[in-house]
């Protein structure tokens, strides 16, 4: 894709085959959208996106077989910022990662993606050596790295923020290279229904949490049904 602020939906599928291939590519794009695409992707990546800034990708379908080194990677994030991907799976059947960070990005925020890898050399998400300082959220996702011997999130530098909210780890195996570190956060939804001994909605009344520490986590009203909004809790 070459240009800024464009919008391009697809409806077919993208094959691409060989290392520096890739079913979509954006370098130096900002505020550009890509939806609703279905990427087939043998030794390449799904999408790429190198110095890009402000784009927003839809519903993308990516299938990756990458059989040599460790090309394939459903997303690959190089020098990116305040990108948002929404939606869409992402299957690695070969060594690729689902996500890969390799250079810093930041601010890059991920939805409702459904992610997962074959082989023991396919990481859920993998945040590389050279992948410091990066900070990323996802949200109401599944990642599953599904071989016994990889891992569901691999960090293998010092990135800095990752939050992680209502994200299902289908084996919670996060890995920690030997040297490298990260403010992990893992948060969930908390949603809660209140009512008295006779069975009546308690309405108007104060729903009080406390984290392991003693200290609270959120202090809310009801609502006239005896719901409190969703609350966010680590």
Do not use: C
């Amino acid at each position: 894709i070459f240009g800024n602020n464009l919008t391009t939906n697809g409806s077919g599928v993208l094959t691409t085959d060989g290392t520096e291939a890739a079913g979509v590519y954006l370098e130096n794009i900002n505020n550009s959208n890509v939806n609703y695409n279905n990427i087939l992707s043998k030794n390449g990546d799904g999408i790429i996106f190198h110095a890009t800034f402000g784009n927003r990708m839809l519903n993308n379908n990516i299938t990756t077989n990458g059989t040599i080194g460790a090309d394939g990677y459903g997303f690959n994030r190089n020098n990116s910022l305040n990108d948002v991907v929404s939606g869409g799976n992402v299957i690695s059947q070969g060594k690729g990662e689902g996500i890969s960070f390799t250079i810093a990005a930041h601010n890059l925020t991920f939805y409702n993606l459904s992610i997962t890898t074959i082989k023991s050399e396919g990481k859920g998400i993998l945040f590389g050596a050279g992948a410091g300082g990066t900070n990323a959220s996802f949200f109401d996702s599944f990642i599953n790295a599904s071989h016994p011997s990889s891992f569901d999130v691999d960090i293998r530098s010092s990135p800095g923020t990752l939050n992680f909210t209502n994200v299902t780890l289908a084996n919670n195996n996060i890995n920690f290279n030997a040297g490298a570190s990260a403010l992990f956060n893992r948060h969930w939804y908390v949603d809660s229904y209140v009512n008295w001994s006779n069975g009546s909605v308690a309405s108007n009344v104060n729903l009080t949490a406390y984290n392991r520490t003693g200290g609270v986590a959120f202090s809310v009203l009801t609502g006239s049904d005896g719901r409190i909004a969703r609350q966010t809790v680590l």
